[in-house]
């Protein structure tokens, strides 16, 4: 009898230890070090809809993150095919037109700890009445078989430094050259990465994975370069990343020149650190 009452009390500590182990587990919020910018309703899809960052929005490459709620049940929506539309609207002495910018959509329906991670590349600032920036978001939950749409006003302020390029290429095409890193430079090696888009029109912004890139890093104030450097390549999706060495803090300039069917367009970004 004995022995049965310390196996009994045995089995409870056990359990009673392992229940306070599991409340001691602390779940990080994944929006922790994020900034929520703006939120709607997906009308039609009973899905509240969450915009975030880890910046403020600038123009250039931006990375986002969408968090869904079901208006139902309140819980996180884990499961949805999730498309995001940047717009621009501008109003130009009473003259009326809109345009998009290059995107990136969530590539899995199924959230990374409750969020669907995106990217917009913003083109110009918002400027008050004449140009005013908005979020379209369109939402289908597994099971669902029409999309729910959101839209949500959003302020995009300049880069500064300027971080995305607007230009027409060697062989006529409009393209959309997009700094992304690094984001916080050092002395040394750095990863670089830059991403490449074509204007089809007001609306089509595809990848561009068609360029050789040449990269050269100067000091313009110094009157130097720096060795050791990586050219970027393509990795997919237009973007091409390779390495950039600082040989000291200052200014710097990172020239850029894009190769394709035997045709140069050349650009170039400055830092300062």
Not at 259 to 271: H, I, P, R, V, Y
């Amino acid at each position: 009898m004995k022995k049965i009452l310390f196996l009994v009390l045995a089995f409870a500590g056990t359990v009673l230890s392992s229940c306070q182990k599991d409340s001691d587990i602390t779940i990080e919020d994944p929006k922790k070090n994020l900034i929520k910018i703006a939120d709607a309703f997906a009308i039609g899809s009973a899905t509240k809809v969450e915009l975030w960052s880890g910046t403020e929005l600038n123009t250039g490459y931006q990375k986002l993150y969408i968090a869904l709620t079901d208006s139902a049940s309140g819980k996180a929506v884990n499961r949805s095919s999730v498309q995001i539309l940047p717009m621009m609207d501008m109003d130009l002495n009473g003259v009326k037109m809109s345009h998009s910018a290059p995107l990136e959509n969530p590539e899995s329906m199924d959230a990374d700890n409750t969020l669907f991670p995106c990217a917009a590349v913003f083109t110009m600032p918002s400027s008050g009445e004449s140009g005013k920036w908005k979020m379209i978001v369109m939402v289908k939950k597994e099971g669902q078989t029409k999309y729910g749409k959101a839209e949500m006003a959003i302020q995009v302020k300049q880069s500064q430094p300027e971080r995305v390029k607007n230009m027409t290429a060697a062989d006529g095409s409009k393209i959309i050259i997009a700094y992304i890193s690094p984001s916080s430079p050092k002395v040394g090696v750095n990863d670089f990465e830059i991403a490449v888009f074509k204007k089809l029109d007001m609306m089509t912004f595809p990848a561009e994975d068609n360029y050789s890139i040449t990269m050269t890093p100067e000091m313009p104030s110094m009157g130097h370069g720096s060795p050791n450097n990586v050219n970027p390549v393509l990795t997919k999706n237009g973007h091409y990343k390779g390495k950039v060495n600082f040989t000291m803090t200052g200014d710097w300039r990172i020239n850029l020149v894009l190769n394709k069917e035997g045709k140069s367009t050349t650009s170039f970004f400055d830092l300062l650190f």
